[in-house]
């Protein structure tokens, strides 16, 4: 194989599939999805695979590359490039649609199952709420709304590997912020959802989804925090 020439392997099928190799030419500042998308457009038009932005801004094109959850879009072949070699397979925890591509639904459901959503009370009626950036609910709740959904702390976790009921960091996160807005008029509803079997309790504090997080949030942190307020609200007789 020439220098100039990428050796990539790909995961092809369902959960039972194989990979198949295909060879790309290498080029300046190229990345792992424009390794994906000259496959699809020039080799193997069969090969399926999701992205959108190509900008780092949506996180549908996250996937496993030699072991490891990314962004595609903003992991550049000179980051990941062993002898010449790649390797590109769908993310982890989640059920394979076809190749590359992933189904989702079990990770929104589970931001459902962690009530990671705003419930406010006021109408189109009332004035707006005024919260202070300094408050240090809101600084909590600010620190970890950036997050986009692009489940790659999900595909990192562990404990989402070996125990299906847990939330994943993700949705605790997102909990954690709901929980910290002080708009928000049922906060104990929060602590009711990721209090229960599978919920912040699980989370063992490995940092996968820190060390992996394309937005450098911290879910552990979070998680902690909901750990923390749930057992003041257990002690006060308020989830009993």
Not at 41 to 70: E, H, Q, W
């Amino acid at each position: 194989m020439p220098a100039s020439m990428l050796k990539v392997q790909i995961w092809r099928g369902e959960a039972q599939g194989e990979f198949r190799d295909y060879e790309v030419p290498r080029q300046d500042s190229q990345t792992i999805l424009d390794v994906v998308t000259y496959i699809q457009r020039k080799l193997d038009p069969t090969l399926s695979y999701r992205f959108a932005c190509r900008v780092g801004m949506c996180g549908s094109c996250a996937m496993t590359v030699n072991g490891r959850p990314r962004w595609t879009c903003r992991t550049h072949i000179s980051r990941v490039l062993e002898d010449g070699f790649v390797r590109i397979e769908p993310l982890r925890n989640l059920p394979i649609i076809k190749d590359l591509a992933t189904d989702l639904v079990p990770f929104f459901e589970k931001w459902q199952g962690a009530r990671g959503r705003f419930e406010g009370s006021r109408t189109r009626d009332d004035d707006f709420s005024t919260v202070l950036p300094s408050e240090p609910r809101r600084a909590a709740a600010s620190a970890a709304i950036e997050c986009i959904n692009c489940a790659v702390c999900y595909s990192a976790c562990d404990v989402v590997n070996w125990r299906e009921e847990y939330l994943g960091p993700a949705a605790l996160n997102r909990a954690w912020a709901a929980y910290n807005d002080e708009r928000d008029n049922n906060p104990l509803g929060v602590l009711k959802a990721v209090a229960a079997g599978g919920g912040c309790g699980s989370c063992h504090a490995h940092q996968s989804c820190v060390e992996h997080c394309p937005v450098e949030l911290n879910p552990t942190e979070s998680i902690a925090g909901l750990k923390r307020v749930s057992l003041q609200a257990w002690l006060k007789g308020d989830l009993r």
